[in-house]
């Protein structure tokens, strides 16, 4: 028993051929009793509500538009069944993967993430490289090795998703803090290969507006989590050009810059100092939240 959650903006054209093709494979693998497709209709202006409600599924409208991560968390509060399958609308996922997914779901996985492939998901240099950038960032932080930190096709369960809801981003960057979060705090996560499918309709995603956002969740996320590690990045950043400047000042000539060598080295242990204060801080949280 599944319940599967596709938040949906302006969706008309592919809603439809979305929900057959999730009613196909689940009727095909025999996990279609009791398990339910829910529709998030986020504000849309065309009759994405209206088509889902005709094909059968369980639609939630929301009267103006809040977000994916905002809806997603309102189907996944919604859902009757303990396994949470989330997808998009536009039959960018394949969902025959799902099967082999809750299959891993099984072996013990607490986030079983579709880490996509093709030439649909490589797209333009420019957006691979900021994809490229925030996945390094995404292993820094948790310190561990990701595939794919914001796959859209993705199973876990909603009594343990639902506990970092307040952590969790209401916009695009759900899926990224989502994956944040459960690596920090030591829960398994598995990522199986899927193809990726051409978008069928308009990209709701703006590239530069929402890599910002995803920067600022991963490092509230890492500040939140591990704060030292940030705040030991930023001293070996304030140590690095603290060296830069004495070196340039040793061969210029010029005192200036040790002085502000120096000030760089001060302001390092300042930078540290509070980086161990943050800790404390967590830790007389997390004592208090427990």
Request: charged share 25%; net charge positive.
């Amino acid at each position: 028993m599944i319940s599967v959650v596709i938040p949906a903006y302006n969706e008309e054209n592919a809603i439809e051929k979305t929900i057959k093709e999730i009613e196909k494979v689940m009727k095909k693998n025999k996990i279609d009793k009791n398990s339910e497709i829910i529709v998030v209709n986020d504000g849309s202006t065309d009759n994405t509500g209206k088509v889902a409600k005709k094909c059968g599924a369980i639609v939630v409208n929301n009267p103006s538009n809040m977000g994916y991560g905002f809806s997603l968390k309102r189907g996944i509060k919604v859902a009757k069944n303990e396994t949470i399958v989330i997808t998009d609308a536009d039959l960018t996922y394949p969902f025959d993967q799902v099967p082999k997914m809750l299959k891993k779901k099984k072996e013990g996985f607490d986030l079983v993430v579709g880490a996509r492939t093709g030439k649909y998901y490589r797209q333009s240099i420019f957006k691979s490289f900021l994809r490229k950038m925030m996945k390094l960032l995404v292993e820094f932080v948790s310190g561990k090795k990701i595939k794919d930190i914001n796959s859209g096709l993705r199973i876990f369960d909603k009594s343990l998703v639902t506990q970092y809801f307040p952590r969790l981003c209401d916009t695009f960057s759900f899926t990224t803090s989502q994956t944040l979060a459960y690596l920090m705090n030591n829960h398994f996560v598995c990522y199986v290969d899927i193809p990726y499918n051409k978008r069928m309709g308009k990209s709701k995603i703006r590239l530069f507006r929402d890599t910002i956002k995803s920067l600022k969740y991963i490092l509230e996320s890492c500040v939140y989590y591990n704060p030292l590690k940030i705040f030991t990045l930023l001293s070996i950043i304030l140590i690095f050009f603290s060296i830069i400047g004495f070196i340039f000042s040793h061969f210029a000539d010029i005192h200036a810059g040790y002085i502000l060598g120096i000030g760089g080295l001060l302001l390092s242990i300042v930078v540290f100092s509070i980086g161990l204060l943050a800790v404390i801080l967590k830790q007389i949280m997390d004592k208090k939240n427990g």
